[in-house]
Structure formats: C-alpha cells, structure tokens
C-alpha cells in the first residue's frame, strides 16, 4: 500500500518536476554557467556531496544505512532488492523516492541535519537519473588532459590559446568581448599586478607613443625582469607559507627568518621552475649536498607557530606545528583541506583518518620540537660578515695556539704554581668528635673526612658537628658541598626536586683547652659559585633564614666551596674543640634543602684565599710525580694553568674580547629542517578523534590511496613527498597553481574557491582553459614567469574593464571574461604605491624586517618586552612586505586593508571595504607624508602654473592625463583651500610639513599646504586604490 | 564585425570621459548602475547594515567583560568550607593522576580560601568579601559555578572560549554576532574592543579577529590614549571644513569615475568615506565620558582622563592599585556604545593569573586589588543599564578563560600564595537580555574540583549566547574549507540549558 502511495507521488513530483527543468533558472554564481546537458562533475556531485556525503560519503563511522554515494558502486549498489540509483529510471531509483518523500520520517536529507534540497536540485537530480545517471570522478580527481582547441567565430580577436577558450565560451552565451583598454590603464594595471607598483608617467608615455607591433611584450618583459617582480610574488607565497616575523601564541616572541622571506623573492627573480621551488621547499635539506640556500628554503614549513607560554608541553605544540605543515602542504599545492581528516575521516573528500596520520608520518621525522630557542637554527651570514668572522677567527685561533705553546717563564711559573697547591695544605680537617643533626639524621663520616647524610631532606633541619683542631688560632672556616650519586639529582643538597642546598646560617664557636668559650665572630664570606638571589654573605648576615641563604643552583652537580672569615685570627691552640652550625631553614612548600655531603676544615692562616678548586681530570694528573707523567699528562696540566694564570691574563682577555666581539656579530639564524637521524625517527600514531593524548594504531608513511602513487624511484621521505607532489602525473599541483596565478591578474581563480579543489569546492568557470594553462604550466618547465607573461599577454587579460549595463545584468562578477578585470588593491600595494607617487619609496631589496612609524601603545604584548621603533633612514620607507610582522599584533593599517596576520595559510584574502580604510589612507601619518611628499614634487616637477602642478601630481598617481572637469574640480578646491592657508598660516605650516619636514627653502607654504591637500584626495581616488 | 576596429577605437579613457553625462550623485548613479551597496566577497550582503536575527531574540547587545588570565572562583563565589580544613594537607592522589597542570608538579596542598564569605540577595548568592558592591546586583545575575574547558593554556583556551576553537584562525565571538545581526548605528564600529591592565589577552588580537569571516567583522580596538580609534583624527592643518570640502571634490571625481567604468564598487567607497567622516565625530564623542554626570562617574568608579601607570609598563601587576579606573571608565564606555547601537562590546581586563610566583600574582593581596577595580565598575553597568531599561535588551557577560585549582601552586623560593590553571570547574556569571537573574546555576564537588550538576561547556555558553541574540547556535554557520563552519563547532555538541533563560 504504503509503496504505491509512494508511487503515486513520484509520479505527480515528476510530471511537477518536469515542467520546472524545463525553465529551470540559473542561480547565482552559476548564472554564468553552460546551459544544455547536465554534466554529472557540474551539477550532480556538488548536490550529493552538499547534502548526502556528511552520511553518506568517505567517513564509515558516520555512514548511514551502509549507503555511500561519492562512488558510483555505491550509488548502483543493490541493497536487498533496492537501489540509490538506477540509471535511466527514476521511478525505480529509492534516492529520489526519498528526497520527494512527503513524511519527514522518510524524506532525505533529514530535517535535523538541517539540510533542504530545493525544487530545482531535486528537478536536476530526476533529470540526471532519466538521462542515464552518468557517473564522473570529481572533476579535479581526472588526469590533466591538454584540451582541443575549441572552434570559434572571431578568429581575429585571441591574441593566443587563453582568448580561443574565452571567446568560445562567450560566443556560445552570445556575448563579446570587450574593446582593449587604453595603453594608459594597461601600463598601469600591468604594472601593479607584475611589480606591485605603478608605472611613472615617462614609463607610460613611451608606452602609449610606442608604435611598435611589439610595444606592450616589451613592457612586459622589462617588468618580469625587474626586482620588484620577485617582491610583488613573495608577497602572494608568503601569505601560503604563513612569513611572519614573531612566534605566534602568548608571548609570540621575535623570530629571524626573513632570509626565508629572501630567498623566496629571489627564487622568484630568478625564476626557479616550480618544481625546483617545491622540493626545495619541503625537502631542501634532503637534496644531495644541499645549499645554505636549500637549507634556507625549508624555513617554509618552519613558519608554524611555536609556544613559549609558561607551563605548555612542548610535544603538544610540536604536534600542532606538524599538523599545520601537512594541512599548508595539502592546501598550497593540492588545494584541498585535509585537515577535517585529523580527528575522523574526511566526509567529503576521499582521505580517511588512517590515510591521513600517514601521510602526517612523513613530515613527522624533523628535529624542531617547539624548543623556545627554534632549534634547528642555520646561520646564513651575509658577504661582510663572513670577511669579518674570518678575520677574527684567524686571529683567535693565533692566540689560543700561543696559549698552547708556553713560554719557559711560563713553564716556572706553573711548576711554582703546582709546589704552592701542595704546600697550600694548611687547612685542617679533623675527625669530628661531635656529629648530629635536630632531624635526628644520621650523619656518616666518608674516608675523604667528609659527612654523609642520604636521601630527600625534611622540611627543615640544622647539623652541629664539631671538630678537635691542634692549630695555634681559627681564622676561618672552610665548608666543602660534594655531589653524590646517593642524593636527590646527585647534588650535595638533599632537596628533592633539584638537589640543591640552602644554607641559611653557619655560626661557629671555639672552646679553648681551659674550657673557655668564645663564639666566632664570622665577618667576611666568600664562594667559588652563587645562586643568583642566593649569595654566599647572606650564610652570615641573614634577616630571614626561611628565606635566604647560600645556594648553588643551576650547578648543583659540581664541587663548590666557600669560606667564611674572622677578621683578626681567633687564638687556639691544642685541646681547642670548635663547633660548627649549619643552619638550614629555608621554607618552600617541598622539602628539604639541608646539606647532603659536607666536608669542613679550619685554617690559622690570615685572610686565606678561596680553595683553588683544580678540576676533577687535572687534580687526578697531578696527584702523579712530575717525572712520570705522560706529553699529554704535562700539556694537560699546563693547558689548565694557562686558563688561570696571571701571566697569560693579557691573551686570555683578547681572546674574550674576540669571542664576545664574534658573538655580537648579527648573524641570521634562521630556523630550517633537519631529518631525525635514523635511530631517533619517531613511530606516528593515529591521534584518536585529533587528541594526541589519546593514541591510537601506530601508522607507517604512505600517500592517500586516491593519488597516484610515490613517483618511480622517489625516497619514501619527504623529499619524495616534494617530487610526488610535482610528478607530472600529479592531478592537482599544476591546475592548483594555474589558478592561482590566474586569480592574481584576474581578482578570482577560475576555480573561486581557490582553497578547495575537492568536492566541496565550485567547479571551474573554463574547465578546458584551467587544464589547459596546467598543462601549459607543467610542461613548459614548471616557469612561473612564463605563466605570468602568457596570462598578460592574452586580449582577455588586456580588455578594458567598463561594466555596460548589459554586462552587469548578464555577468555581474564577470566570470565569463567579458571584460577587463578591475579590483581593489591589496594592503601591501596601497602602501607602496602612496609611497612610490610620493618619491619616497626605497628601492632597498631584502633584508632584516623594518619597522614604519605606528602610533604608540599598539603593542602590548604578555610576558614580552619587544618594542617597536621606527627604523631610522630609508627603512622608514620600505615596500610593505618588508614591514615586521608580529602575528598577535600585525602593522594596523594592513590589517585594515585586509592582510593576514599569517597565523595560518591564507590561500585567498577576503577583500572587504569598510570606513576604516577611508581613515588609514585620509589620516595615517604615512599617508599624510606620502601627500606632503608628493605635493612638494607637483610643485617641484609641474612648472610654475597650477594646471601644470596639479596634472603632474594626477600623472604620477594615475598615470593617465586628467580630463578637463578633473582638473576643474582640483583646481577649484586648491584655490578655496590656498585662500584658508593663506589666511591660517599656522595650520599651512602644519598641513605642509607635519610628517615630511621643513619645507624648502623659497616655497610657499599656504601653497604647499594646498597642494598637499589636493594629493590627500589623490591618494584617496577609487581609481588610485584600485587596479583597473 | 571586426572586434579590431573596436579596440583602436578606445586609444584613451578620455574618450569615456567624454561621452559622459554630467553631474550625477550617488544616488542617481546607484540607480543607474542597478545596486546600491555591493555585497562583498563572502559577506552578506549590506555588510554592517542591521539584519534580522534568525529566531526570537532577547538581547540586542552583547558586553562581554573578559578576565583575561583567569580569576580564582574558589575565592569569589564558589564556597567551600571543607576546602578550609584541608588547607595544608597534600592533594589527594585522585586529582592528580592522569591530569596535566601548567605549573604544578609532585603533590601540592589544598589550599582554602583567606576570604570570608557570606550569602547576598533575595537569591542568597554566595559571594567572598572582595566583591562588597557585586552584592547589591546579585538578584539580577545568574552565576554559573560549572563552567568547564577543554584548554589549561591561557592562549588557546582564550582562543576556545572567543573562537570556539584552541587553533587560531577562527572568528570570534563579535565577528559571528556583527556578521549575523550587523549593527544598529553605522557612524560607529558594531563591535567595539577596550582594554585595560596593560597588556593585551594572552592569545593577542585573535580574539577579537574575523579569522575566515571578512576582516570587516573583525573587532574595532578603541583606545583611551591616543586616537581613540586609529587614524580618526585629521591630519594637523587640516581643520573640518576643508576635510568636508575634500571630501566633496574626492566624492565629485570618484563619481566621474563611476560613470565612466561603472563598478559599483567605486560607489561603495563614496559611501565609506561618508561614514569614515561621520565616525570622526561620533567615535570622539561617544568615547567622552567627561560628559557624563557626576552620580553616573561615581556609580561605576569612573574617572575621566585616567592614565593608568599599568599603561606601557614591562611588568604592570606590581603597580596595581585597587583605585585604578581604567575597568570602570571601560564599562561606562560599553553603555555609551550600546546606548549608540553598538552591537557587541568586548572588554578584556589583563592581569587575573594569580599563580603566586611573584608580587604581582598573590591571591591574598593582589586578587583583592584587581576585584576592587571591579566590583564597583560591573555593578554599576548593572545599575546604569537597568535603570535606562537597557539591561533588558543588553546581554552581558563575566569570566576568564578557566578557572583555578582548589591545590596552591608549590612554587620553588616563593612565599607568595598562587593557584595554577584549572579547566575543569569555574565560575562565570550572565546577566540581562534573556536571563534568568537571581540564582546559583549548577554545583560542584565539596573542594570545587570537578562540577557535580549541570556542568556547562564553553559551547554550551557560546550556544546559549547566540540562542539570546537571535542566532541559532545550530543553524548559524559560514561555508569555509568546504565545511558548515559554527561558533559551537562542526560537531554541534552544545545545549542551552533552560533553567538559565528568562
């Protein structure tokens, strides 16, 4: 009953369904798109993938009743007795049985998903089963085929393949392409889009009186052959490498790794094919004998964020910074997110969670572990600074090799030395008779006379020890801390988290033969070490033992000593006793920082000197007869001598002086790769539901099994990643890149989704041209300048951008190409060029970030002292991808302009239009400068008549000559503001000079003033902030 | 026909120029050009402009006031008596296996609280005696003592709780609000940022960013020093008349240009630079708070021109005083904003993270200080909105990214008293627009370590944030990287529980 019911409905939906295919609208985005077949690439897999993959897709734990419909065996597959599918009958298909379902207990997708198929997806799937249901790979998941060139009616019109595939498709929507744009907005949008920067109006004038068939490929090449083409592109790749110039997170502390940011603005100039680009990038280090340059390439991946917040485990952020690497790697060349796939399976595209950890397993073998110091650094010093380091290296090396080679003074003088150590016996260590400790420890006395007490100390305790001495007085005291292995961290402190000591008093008194008892007065002390915060004086001087003392960490495995000293020697004599007592008070919620191995002496020597404590392997040589020791014995000993002896003090000095002098050297240390050795690779396994804590199937390195597979030959490494990912079998890194160059010069990608080429992903607006300009890219040697040249030089690329009416309504985003590309220009270009019209631009290349003027206050950064200072020089005015960039605070008016603070990849900026920028280019000092800079050059370069100032100063913002009503309307607002500056000369001195500096000498300031004013709304024109 | 001779035919743009009409406003050429605001790229359309909300909605405004670093609950409203006896002992073995801490290792101590506490209010809300004015608003606040994270980091949980997730790259909180609901005034930024304690939150301006929302979503930073929004002022010289008539020529020549290539784009930057010149006066003006009455100065503690000495120190927390007003001069800000229509107010206030391991960082002498900085400031905003009606339709928001442990940090050569980071059970409290003010929602174990009934996620918070503001927490997504992406997650697990609501 309840099936022929059914039926019955599907029979009512269909004829329903049938009249709505048939004036079927098109719909947004897809306006443009083909009218005719329903193509299964196009317009079916979108609608399952948006609506049905989430249960019935890739992911088997979330696949419901055991229905998968992303393959086409699925969607065929019989299921006792019933199918999705079945091609050619759609009455007969439980698919659209249940997506026209009346009841929402059987209708599909379910209402709690939150998901609705709308008439007309379900009328296109009907459409599709009725037509056969054929069945395509997701379009980007076919071989890159080069397609045929498609037929076309205005042969005249393409300047090269690009043109034949763009006029196909406009000739089938019966559209035109638009006329060429002027020479003046060609020279300009060229410019802007190969360099950055806008041409001067004398580039442009020989341009546009170039009569030449080749004028506009010789402007061209000059501009793939200038510097600031490799900038212009640095910039587009360091958004994809997420450059930054901090850490990231909490403290985001500063990070030197602008030679990355170098060598890809080189690598660009040059033109590096883009294969040679990629696996220098991923797997440079792993090149056979690699280049500090290669080596540098790989800081790619090493511009992940790392964690110096306090208290954070390092593994966790380690284990993000791999993520990040294998989410970029998956987005830069493949353009899908395999990130889903980090905690289930991916549910729209074909990676599962285990494919996923293994293809993390290959990017999980670097050394770098979220170690505060970057840890694998490489040092790239520049040309002068490796002149330099050679020279001191030279002489340091002459210096220590005099050390090496003592003179004859030297060699008595160390013999005296070595007689005055064994003659320095007169400190006095008897056998205690008296040992005990308030804890009630037992204290045990060692054959070398020192005292052992084991193990963790309590909270607090204090030893009285004393020793019967036969000297004729006391005039100090020495205390001896020993390292032993059966204490805490093998320290001589029995405190249990470091095996340090805090000796928090030492108070001594003598009892003479006859029974008198004097107390020591102890006044001066000295120690070999010192904790900081901890000196050795406060053992004698303390206002708080539970909080000060003598301590001796970090070097709390060593042998330290100290003294403490009467002033004048307190008489003795035979039968004395003297009893020591340490103190050991110091209070911290853990226990117990009491000594655990001591030894002590007394000495009636006057104010003796700290025990030379002469190091363990010296102290050992020279405990054997001076005859009997061997070359390297002697060398050993007089090594030792000359590291301490004031006779060499002069050279021991200069080579100090040599190696602070190296150190303070600036050499960039840029974090790099570096492959685990093979005995400390590290077993992947897979994190369950993305938690690393919770650890799942161990997983070896393996490509996601919907690729094609490791090229022949290639390392199972990272390195074979890099060459897999450039293979020429490789579906995706070529169309990926096509298209992102494409959407540089044309505002969106083909594929608009320039990030998802995967199944959530729109399909292209010219599949044809896409796969064409891939297969040009990658067998054309990978060239990324030859891409560009064959983009610009194309007449689609050249139209003029003027919206008609008609256009607008047919083609309001011109996906279709039937005109010139006009839009808003990026944050860094808003930047230089003010700075370029204005004349202050410095062309300086490359080096360390700079900093621009920013208002104060702007970085507040925790747990981070870092300020901004403005760069002094030519610095102050760099192209803004050199400006420091700190990801928890980025430079404000690039942030405004919509620049990411590069946290993560950015595969595409979200360009946005907000009165905030109106304030940045009116207000910002930079941009006040740039206008008073530029105003003084109007004056300078335009002649002495207004008209000619005012074009000069529209010349160089717009390169094109003003219109008449242009120039009425500057002209008329420089006079009303001349006649205000005039009469406020103050505010002219101000509007004038503010930013730039004094003007000079012989100008008028109220016109100065009233020219910057003009400049102002130059630099503020829609056209001038735009590319068109 | 030959597309050649078209091409020769256009040498110069001045031909365009020629052929134009004259004289059109924008307006006439909006009409002409078929649109009036353009939707951007990924933005809904109208960008900022004011949308209906997508269900009911309670509150129109959002004051979200973040302790930035994490105030200690057990030692303002979570009560614990029998926390106090154990003070001293070493932690029971229970808590601390399996468990990951910042900074405590071994076995640390309980620690109960110093302060005293006593119940407040018709609706005897427990609160310690460092929140003496809070005590007066408790019958219109709902305090939720089970607030659990998933994040121990002070940055990635600020990420969590702002973004909805520890990574960064996601929006937060006021970008999804101004991208769901736009905002009421256009001469203002819809979503305001203050600050106050001398630093920025841990996780920096990520919070408030747009992450892979379009960066006009993203928070507006308002500044006491300075420009109160950057690049408001004029450039010196430049007096208002002469902006206006720069403004009018910039308009007249983008006009031009607007008939000659017809982008529709170039009449959306007319209308910015329009409401760029209108925000240079109100942002001035709303920020002055100097024009406020003296009653209303005194009801939040708020002290016109204050320059604090945290402002631009290294260190700022030794030098805190309980006298400080920038917090206080902050919330009176936020009900200037939202008196003006601004949709979503953020305040973080830095320098919650009393670990004990410092000065700075003492739970027994510093928490007071930064509670008296505000205690009276968010009871006044309580105060101030009700008595303006406002409370209603403003929903406002109090908490850190996690709470703290009910154990004292053991520092090394410390004598100060500290918590380390606890995600596992905090206190936050909501008030106004759709909640159910007056109560203690939910209750915890009896040394406050764990939540024992209705523990509430950070998503539950976030979802129930924007179930009051109109947008379904389920519903309201943007597509990005070929995901519904949500406030609450891809995953959705979030509930709203009732007993919260109004």
């Known amino acids: ?84 599918v079945v091609p050619g009958k759609p009455g007969e298909s439980e698919l659209l049985e249940r997506i026209t379902a009346d009841d929402d207990e059987t209708r599909m997708p379910p209402s709690k ?8 997806q379900i009328a296109m799937l009907q459409k599709w089963i009725e037509s056969g249901a054929k069945w395509e790979t997701h379009w980007s998941f076919k071989p890159i085929v080069r397609p045929a060139k498609p037929e076309i009616i205005h042969a005249e019109w393409p300047e090269n393949e690009i043109d034949r595939f763009v006029l196909a498709r406009l000739e089938r929507e019966g559209l035109r392409p638009s006329a060429r744009a002027d020479r003046y907005t060609l020279i300009r949008r060229v410019s802007l889009d190969l360099t950055g920067l806008p041409p001067t109006p004398a580039d442009a004038d020989a341009f546009v009186t170039d009569t030449r068939p080749d004028a506009f490929e010789r402007v061209v090449d000059r501009l793939l052959a200038c510097p600031s083409y490799g900038e212009r592109f640095a910039r587009v790749w360091l958004d994809l490498a997420r450059y930054a110039d901090t850490k990231g997170y909490e403290k985001d502390l500063t990070r030197t790794i602008w030679p990355y940011r170098d060598w890809v603005i080189a690598a660009f100039n040059r033109d590096l094919p883009f294969d040679q680009f990629t696996i220098e990038q991923l797997a440079g280090d792993l090149l056979p004998n690699s280049t500090v340059e290669q080596r540098i390439a790989t800081a790619f991946h090493r511009n992940t964020m790392s964690n110096d917040e306090g208290g954070t485990d390092d593994e966790e952020f380690r284990i993000a910074a791999v993520k990040d690497r294998v989410d970029t790697t998956a987005q830069v060349w493949l353009g899908l997110t395999m990130g889903c796939a980090k905690c289930h399976t991916h549910k729209y595209d074909p990676v599962s969670q285990r494919e996923y950890y293994r293809f993390y397993a290959f990017f999980n073998q670097t050394e770098d572990s979220d170690r505060s110091d970057d840890h694998p650094l490489l040092p790239s010093p520049t040309r002068d600074q490796e002149q330099q380091l050679g020279r001191l290296g030279t002489e340091l090396k002459r210096l220590r090799d005099e050390l090496k080679r003592p003179t004859p003074e030297i060699r008595e003088a160390a013999a005296k030395w070595e007689s005055s150590l064994g003659q320095g016996a007169n400190w006095t260590s008897p056998k205690p008779s008296v040992m005990e400790a308030e804890s009630k420890a037992t204290l045990t006395l060692r054959d070398d006379g020192s005292i052992f007490i084991p193990g963790v100390g309590p909270e607090a305790d204090a030893y009285r020890i004393t020793l019967p001495i036969d000297i004729p007085a006391v005039s100090a005291i020495r205390v001896e801390s020993l390292p032993d292995a059966g204490l805490p961290k093998g320290g001589a402190g029995r405190s249990r988290d470091d095996g340090n000591f805090v000796l928090s008093r030492i108070r001594a008194t003598l009892k003479r033969a006859d029974g008198e008892v004097i107390e020591i007065p102890l006044t001066r002390a000295e120690a070999d070490f010192s904790q900081e915060q901890f000196p050795v004086a406060d053992a004698i001087k303390n206002s708080d033992l539970t909080k000060h003392g003598w301590a001796i960490a970090p070097r709390v495995g060593q042998r330290h000593a100290a003294i403490f000293a009467t002033d004048r020697p307190i008489s003795a004599g035979r039968g004395s006793s003297l009893t020591i007592e340490l103190d050991h008070r110091y209070r911290l919620n853990y226990p117990g920082f009491s000594f655990g191995r001591f030894r002590l002496s007394a000495t009636a020597e006057p104010s003796p000197k700290l025990p030379a404590i002469v190091p363990d392997p010296v102290a050992s040589v020279l405990k054997i007869p001076d005859a009997e020791r ?42 790099i790769f570096r492959e685990l050795p093979k005995e400390r690779r590290r077993t992947t396994q897979i994190h369950v539901r993305g938690n690393f804590l919770e650890k799942g199937e161990v997983v070896t390195a393996a490509i996601p099994s919907a690729f094609p597979p490791l090229p022949e030959g290639a390392s199972e490494d990272r390195l074979g990643v890099a060459r897999w990912l450039v293979d020429p079998r490789n579906l995706l890194t070529a169309r990926v890149m096509a298209n992102r160059f494409w959407a540089q010069f044309f505002g969106t990608g083909l594929v608009k989704t320039q990030e998802d ?40 690329y050249q139209q003029s951008a003027r919206v008609t009416p008609e256009l607008r309504s047919r083609d309001r985003f011109n996906r279709l190409l039937a005109r010139g590309p006009r839009f808003r220009l990026e944050a860094e270009m808003v930047r230089d060029e003010a700075l370029a019209v204005s004349g202050l631009l410095s062309a300086k290349l490359c080096g360390p970030s700079v900093m621009p003027p920013q208002p104060p206050g702007i970085w507040q950064t925790t747990y981070n002292n870092d300020k901004w200072v403005t760069s002094p020089g030519e610095d102050k005015h760099r192209r803004g991808l050199y400006t420091f960039l700190k990801r928890t605070s980025p430079y404000p008016s690039m942030t405004t302009f919509d620049a990411p603070s590069r946290e993560v990849c950015t595969v595409r900026r979200i360009s946005t239009n907000t009165p905030l920028q109106a304030l940045v280019t009116l207000n910002d000092p930079v941009y006040v400068e740039a206008s008073q800079a530029l105003a003084r050059r109007a004056v300078c370069e335009g002649g002495a ?82 590319r068109g | 026909m030959n597309l050649q001779t078209e091409y020769l035919r256009a040498i110069t743009r001045r031909h365009f120029f020629g052929q134009c009409s004259t004289g059109l406003g924008a307006i006439a050429l909006a009409s002409l050009l078929g649109t009036t605001a353009r939707s951007q790229d990924g933005a809904r359309p109208g960008g900022m402009l004011p949308k209906k909300p997508m269900i009911p909605a309670k509150a129109k405004h959002v004051i979200y006031l973040h302790m930035a670093g994490s105030p200690s609950q057990l030692d303002m409203f979570d009560y614990k008596p029998a926390l106090q006896k154990f003070t001293g002992k070493p932690c029971p073995k229970e808590f601390l296996e399996g468990k990951r801490f910042a900074f405590i290792r071994g076995v640390p101590n309980m620690l109960g609280t110093p302060f005293k506490f006593a119940q407040h209010g018709q609706s005897g809300t427990w609160l310690s005696e460092t929140l003496p004015q809070f005590a007066r608003v408790v019958d219109d606040v709902a305090v939720i003592k089970t607030m659990s994270t998933d994040e121990f980091n002070h940055a990635p949980a600020q990420l969590y709780m702002h973004t909805g997730a520890s990574q960064l790259g996601s929006p937060s909180l006021g970008s999804w609000t101004t991208y769901g609901l736009g905002t009421e005034t256009q001469d203002l930024p819809g979503f305001v940022v203050l600050g106050s304690g001398g630093k920025t939150p841990d996780a920096g301006k990520s919070v408030w960013g747009s992450g892979f929302l379009p960066s006009v979503y993203q928070g507006v930073q308002c500044r006491t020093t300075g420009d109160p929004v ?72 708020a002290r016109p021109g204050f320059r604090s000495q945290a402002e631009g120190a290294d260190d700022p927390r030794p030098g805190y005083s309980g006298k400080d007003a920038s917090f206080a001069n902050n919330c009176l800000l936020a009900r200037r904003l939202v008196e003006k229509g601004v949709r979503f107010v953020q305040l973080y206030d830095w320098g919650w993270d009393h670990h004990g391991i410092s000065p700075g960082e003492d739970i027994t002498h510093t928490l007071p200080i930064k509670c008296e900085q505000i205690d009276r400031a968010v009871s006044g905003l309580i105060i101030d909105l009700k008595q303006r009606g406002l409370l209603d339709e403003t929903l406002i928001v109090w908490g850190g990214e996690f709470g703290r442990t009910p154990m004292q940090q053991n520092n090394a050569n410390s004598s100060f008293v500290g918590r380390d980071h606890h995600p596992f059970c905090f206190t936050m409290w909501m008030a106004g627009g759709g909640i159910k003010g007056g109560q203690t929602y939910g209750e915890t174990d009896e040394i406050g370590y764990y939540p024992t009934k209705d523990k509430m996620d950070v998503r539950d918070l976030q979802a129930t944030i924007l179930q009051l503001i109109g947008l379904d927490p389920w519903k309201f997504s943007y597509s990005y990287q070929g995901l519904d992406q949500r406030l609450i997650g891809v995953e959705g697990n979030a509930k709203v529980p009732p007993a919260l609501l109004a």
């Open chain 1, 113 to 120: 998903s939150g998901k609705k198929l709308d008439p007309e």
């Open chain 1, 945 to 1026: 008549g207004l008209e000619g100032r005012i074009e000069r100063a529209f010349r160089l913002t717009l390169t094109r000559p003003p219109a008449g009503r242009e120039l009425e309307q500057l002209s008329a607002l420089y006079r009303r503001r001349l006649t205000y500056y005039q009469a406020h000369v103050d505010a002219a001195e101000a509007m004038a000079c503010s930013e730039v500096g004094a003007a000079p000498a012989g100008t008028d300031r109220a016109e100065l003033a009233a020219m910057t004013a003009i400049c102002n709304v130059l630099l503020n024109l829609d056209e001038f902030l735009s």
């Open chain 1, 757 to 796: 080429f995967g199944s959530q992903g729109l399909p292209p607006s010219h599949p044809e041209l896409l796969d064409w300009l891939a297969c040009e890219f990658r067998d054309g040697g990978w060239s990324m300048k030859r891409l560009c040249k064959m983009i610009v030089m194309s007449a689609t």
């Open chain 1, 1 to 84: 009953m309840a099936v022929r019911f059914y039926r019955m409905m599907r029979l009512g939906t269909a004829i329903a369904l049938a009249v709505l295919v048939a004036r079927l609208p098109a719909r947004a985005d897809e306006k443009t798109k083909d009218t005719g077949s329903i193509q299964f690439a196009r317009d079916i897999r979108p609608i399952l993938s948006k609506h049905c993959f989430a249960c019935h897709g890739p992911d088997e734990t979330q696949r419901k009743g055991k229905l998968r419909l992303d393959l086409s065996e699925g969607a065929f597959a019989d299921h006792d007795g019933r199918k999705a």
């Open chain 1, 630 to 671: 061997s070359n390297d014995q002697k060398q050993a000993v007089l090594d030792y001598f000359a590291s301490i002896a004031p006779e060499t003090k002069s050279v021991r000095d200069r080579i100090a002086a040599i190696e602070s002098e190296t150190k303070a050297i600036p050499i960039a240390q840029t974090p």
């Open chain 2, 230 to 301: 950057l690049y408001v002022s004029d450039p010196r010289g430049l007096d208002r008349a002469g902006r206006r008539d720069s403004l009018d020529t910039l308009r007249a020549l983008n006009e031009l240009q607007a008939e000659a290539i017809g982008d529709p784009e170039t009449l959306t930057r007319i209308e910015q630079y329009e409401l760029a010149f209108r925000m240079q006066v109100s942002v001035p003006e709303v920020m002055d708070i100097s024009r406020e009455p003296q009653y209303i100065l005194d009801l939040y503690g």
